[in-house]
């Protein structure tokens, strides 16, 4: 229980007639609390944990014992309730047990210390050393160094706040130097974020003379994530070493409905697409959609080559199925040579709309001074068609082996019905040879339906089977023009019944006929 000791002694002396005696210490088994009374100054005991208190202090009925020694003091514990334990000059230097704050705030200028475990909030105003394990159970705050010798262990939350820059450096040489590890379960993370930063190295992950590696170990699509707000972007720099990207999985790169550039700069580079060894990989471009694909569309110059290096495989251009749209090879306005397997010494089997359907084919075209040549060696050229086979030429000639080398000129077939119509206009129809024997009809009849058959010259005959010649001329004949017996010659000048008209009757002699007029 309390106690109250208000009064001291007195004793009756000389000069004054009363002497107040010094108080007498309070003895108690216990440290004195803020209830216990006594005069200012007065002294109290603990014969238990053996220790002395004075009375400094008594304001509203709340009395104050302080702990005091003289000199060096060797205490079992020293509890300080109310006030503080102020060090003004020395050091507080605990050579075994603890130092423990367990409430309020410990500010200290300097703190060297070796196992240290703080339960409340420490303030350190200057460097501090910890040589063994240090345990907060509150909030530290340092205004000057931390050196640390041992571990670290943080059982709550560890939060860092300062005004100022931080920086973390060690010089060990060792891997890892610097390690940031979580492990307490499935849900952990590991945060970095830069709040109010706005430059383009709000965060900066580098190494100065080695590499930076960044590791995913989850088994599924997202194991490594990088991601900008979204009006952001990402930018990737690379040196002369180039960059590689190599995966046993699916490669995928998308970008929505925004354009794709790769090799967009202004340097002159090569790009290779699937170039790797010497397997094979299949390299798709554009997918189900109705894709606009454009390869060389932009360049004004150079080359654009397919399947240049192929010695086998198939190079296929436009769709294999029910495909309605338009294929077209050189439709540009400008002068080009266009070659179609114009190269080597190989044999080209050609085929240009051999499909069992009704295709509408259109080689070459009739403006200005446009030319088509069709060009084939020993095997011939075949022309096959179920239909007319027609040749325009406009107001132009239209010419059949009209060149100087040897050749035989075959049209129609003599098998079937088959015919042969040779029209002709306003204009002449002629047939030259200059051949020793005759052209002639080997089967069938040579029929003028409208028009005159016109020998050209005296010389030319009609020869019929026999052979029979009919010809004619100016004045009598030559002996020499009968041929044949049964020859005939028309003088188209004669004047008598006796000179019109006249057979042979053998080589080289003629008779005539004797007409009514």
Same mark, same amino acid.
Request: proline share 2%; aromatic share 4%; net charge negative.
């Given at each position: 229980?309390?106690?109250?000791?208000?009064?001291?002694?007195?004793?009756?002396?000389?000069?004054?007639?009363?002497?107040?005696?010094?108080?007498?210490?309070?003895?108690?088994?216990?440290?004195?609390?803020?209830?216990?009374?006594?005069?200012?100054?007065?002294?109290?005991?603990?014969?238990?944990?053996?220790?002395?208190?004075?009375?400094?202090?008594?304001?509203?009925?709340?009395?104050?014992?302080?702990?005091?020694?003289?000199?060096?003091?060797?205490?079992?514990?020293?509890?300080?309730?109310?006030?503080?334990?102020?060090?003004?000059?020395?050091?507080?230097?605990?050579?075994?047990?603890?130092?423990?704050?367990?409430?309020?705030?410990?500010?200290?200028?300097?703190?060297?210390?070796? %196992?240290?475990?703080?339960?409340?909030?420490?303030?350190?105003?200057?460097?501090?050393?910890?040589?063994?394990?240090?345990?907060?159970?509150?909030?530290?705050?340092?205004?000057?160094?931390?050196?640390?010798?041992?571990?670290?262990?943080?059982?709550?939350?560890?939060?860092?706040?300062?005004?100022?820059?931080?920086?973390?450096?060690?010089?060990?040489?060792?891997?890892?130097?610097?390690?940031?590890?979580?492990?307490?379960?499935?849900?952990?993370?590991?945060?970095?974020?830069?709040?109010?930063?706005?430059?383009?190295?709000?965060?900066?992950?580098?190494?100065?003379?080695?590499?930076?590696?960044?590791?995913?170990?989850?088994?599924?699509?997202?194991?490594?994530?990088?991601?900008?707000?979204?009006?952001?972007?990402?930018?990737?720099?690379?040196?002369? /070493?180039?960059?590689?990207?190599?995966?046993?999985?699916?490669?995928?790169?998308?970008?929505?409905?925004?354009?794709? /550039?790769?090799?967009?700069?202004?340097?002159?580079?090569?790009?290779?697409?699937?170039?790797?060894?010497?397997?094979?990989?299949?390299?798709?471009?554009?997918?189900?959609?109705?894709?606009?694909?454009?390869?060389?569309?932009?360049?004004?110059?150079?080359?654009?080559?397919?399947?240049?290096?192929?010695?086998?495989?198939?190079?296929?251009?436009?769709?294999?199925?029910?495909?309605?749209?338009?294929?077209?090879?050189?439709?540009?306005?400008?002068?080009?040579?266009?070659?179609?397997?114009?190269?080597?010494?190989?044999?080209?089997?050609?085929?240009?709309?051999?499909?069992?359907?009704?295709?509408?084919?259109?080689?070459?075209?009739?403006?200005?001074?446009?030319?088509?040549?069709?060009?084939?060696?020993?095997?011939?050229?075949?022309?096959?068609?179920?239909?007319?086979?027609?040749?325009?030429?406009?107001? /132009?000639?239209?010419?059949?082996?009209?060149?100087?080398?040897?050749?035989?000129?075959?049209?129609?077939?003599?098998?079937?019905?088959? %015919?042969?119509?040779?029209?002709?206009?306003?204009?002449?129809?002629?047939?030259? /040879?200059? %051949?020793?024997?005759? %052209?002639?009809?080997?089967?069938?009849?040579?029929?003028?339906?409208?028009?005159?058959?016109?020998?050209?010259?005296?010389?030319?005959?009609?020869?019929?089977?026999?052979?029979?010649?009919?010809?004619?001329?100016?004045?009598?004949?030559?002996?020499?023009?009968?041929?044949?017996?049964?020859?005939?010659?028309?003088?188209?000048?004669?004047?008598?019944?006796?000179?019109?008209?006249?057979?042979?009757?053998?080589?080289?002699?003629?008779?005539?006929?004797?007409?009514?007029?």
């Amino acid at each position: 229980m309390a106690i109250k000791q208000i009064r001291r002694p007195t004793i009756y002396g000389y000069p004054n007639p009363q002497v107040g005696l010094q108080q007498e210490p309070i003895i108690l088994d216990r440290d004195p609390t803020i209830y216990d009374s006594a005069e200012l100054g007065a002294i109290a005991i603990n014969t238990v944990a053996h220790t002395f208190f004075i009375l400094t202090s008594n304001q509203g009925n709340v009395n104050s014992w302080t702990s005091t020694t003289a000199g060096a003091t060797t205490l079992a514990s020293l509890t300080v309730n109310p006030g503080n334990a102020t060090v003004t000059a020395g050091n507080l230097t605990v050579t075994a047990g603890n130092l423990t704050v367990s409430a309020g705030t410990a500010t200290l200028h300097a703190l060297s210390a070796g %196992a240290t475990t703080l339960t409340s909030t420490v303030a350190i105003t200057g460097n501090t050393t910890i040589g063994g394990t240090l345990g907060v159970g509150g909030n530290v705050i340092l205004t000057g160094d931390l050196t640390v010798n041992g571990n670290t262990i943080i059982n709550g939350d560890f939060d860092i706040t300062s005004a100022d820059a931080l920086s973390f450096t060690t010089t060990s040489n060792t891997n890892p130097a610097l390690s940031f590890t979580t492990n307490g379960g499935t849900t952990e993370t590991i945060d970095m974020t830069a709040v109010q930063g706005t430059s383009a190295a709000a965060i900066d992950i580098s190494a100065t003379v080695g590499g930076v590696t960044i590791y995913g170990g989850k088994a599924t699509v997202n194991s490594i994530n990088i991601s900008t707000a979204a009006a952001g972007g990402i930018t990737a720099a690379f040196g002369t /070493s180039g960059m590689t990207l190599t995966g046993t999985g699916t490669f995928a790169l998308a970008t929505g409905a925004n354009t794709t /550039s790769i090799s967009a700069d202004a340097v002159g580079s090569t790009l290779n697409l699937g170039t790797g060894a010497a397997v094979i990989k299949n390299i798709n471009i554009g997918g189900t959609g109705a894709n606009v694909i454009a390869i060389g569309n932009s360049q004004t110059a150079g080359s654009v080559s397919i399947g240049a290096a192929m010695i086998g495989g198939t190079i296929t251009i436009g769709g294999t199925g029910a495909q309605v749209g338009t294929i077209s090879i050189a439709p540009g306005t400008g002068a080009q040579a266009v070659n179609i397997a114009t190269g080597g010494t190989g044999v080209k089997t050609i085929h240009i709309g051999t499909g069992a359907i009704g295709n509408l084919i259109t080689i070459g075209t009739v403006t200005a001074a446009a030319s088509l040549t069709l060009n084939s060696g020993s095997a011939g050229t075949l022309i096959t068609s179920t239909g007319a086979f027609t040749v325009h030429t406009g107001t /132009s000639a239209i010419n059949i082996g009209t060149d100087v080398a040897d050749h035989s000129i075959t049209i129609g077939d003599n098998s079937g019905v088959n %015919a042969l119509d040779l029209v002709t206009g306003t204009g002449a129809l002629t047939i030259t /040879s200059t %051949a020793a024997t005759a %052209a002639s009809i080997t089967a069938g009849d040579l029929e003028l339906a409208d028009g005159d058959l016109v020998l050209g010259t005296a010389t030319n005959k009609i020869v019929l089977p026999g052979p029979v010649n009919i010809m004619t001329g100016a004045g009598a004949p030559a002996n020499a023009l009968a041929q044949n017996c049964g020859d005939l010659y028309i003088n188209t000048t004669a004047a008598t019944t006796t000179t019109r008209l006249y057979i042979a009757t053998g080589a080289g002699a003629w008779t005539y006929f004797t007409t009514n007029a």
